[in-house]
């Protein structure tokens, strides 16, 4: 079950790819859209019913990332917008979890081999790897919630 949701979730994610191009204008979404609308801060204050200073105040709390989704999404109203806010992944869910897989497999092994060259008892090469790709594959089928654990 927990995989479907993750693979859902996944694709959804995925049509947000290139949202990355969309980044916040330097001076804000707000008074990017108000100027662009021909929107004065007292016109839009009175749109928002609060205060001229106030609107500039919104529009400085945004270029500093401190305004809440709540305000953003009053502005977005005022300006005929949508606000759209998502999490976009740097790559697929399925690839971090198999990339974090992959450190915690590295690290329990590591641990083994170390023990086992200690005790003069080597493991090849290939029976290495082989158990490096079971291990990913159990911990990918496991409990997720054990991958992030700190002490992996």
């Known amino acids: 079950m927990?995989?479907?949701?993750?693979?859902?979730?996944?694709?959804?994610l995925a049509k947000l790819a290139s949202a990355g191009e969309?980044?916040?204008?330097?001076r804000g979404w707000v008074r990017a859209v108000r100027e662009a609308l021909g929107i004065t801060t007292t016109q839009l204050a009175k749109r928002l019913?609060?205060?001229q200073?106030?609107?500039?105040?919104?529009?400085?709390?945004?270029?500093?990332?401190a305004i809440s989704i709540e305000t953003l999404e009053r502005a977005a109203r005022a300006l005929n917008c949508t606000?759209?806010?998502?999490?976009v992944p740097n790559s697929s869910l399925e690839e971090t979890l198999k990339e974090q897989a992959r450190k915690v497999a590295k690290?329990?092994?590591?641990?083994?081999?170390?023990?086992?060259?200690?005790e003069d008892q080597g493991v090849s090469g290939a029976a290495l790897k082989a158990e490096y790709e079971r291990l990913v594959g159990e911990l990918l089928r496991g409990n997720l919630h054990r991958l992030w654990d700190d002490d992996e």
Do not use: T, W
């Not at 200073?53 to 919104?58: F, H, K, Y």
């Not at 606000?83 to 999490?87: E, K, N, S």
């Not at 690290?107 to 200690?118: A, E, F, G, I, Y």
């Open 2 to 12: 927990k995989n479907i949701a993750y693979k859902q979730l996944d694709r959804k």
């Open 22 to 26: 969309f980044a916040r204008p330097a």
């Open 49 to 51: 019913g609060m205060s």
């Open 53 to 65: 200073p106030s609107v500039i105040g919104m529009e400085k709390a945004e270029q500093r990332g």
């Open 83 to 87: 606000l759209v806010y998502a999490f």
């Open 107 to 118: 690290k329990r092994l590591d641990r083994v081999s170390h023990s086992m060259r200690l």
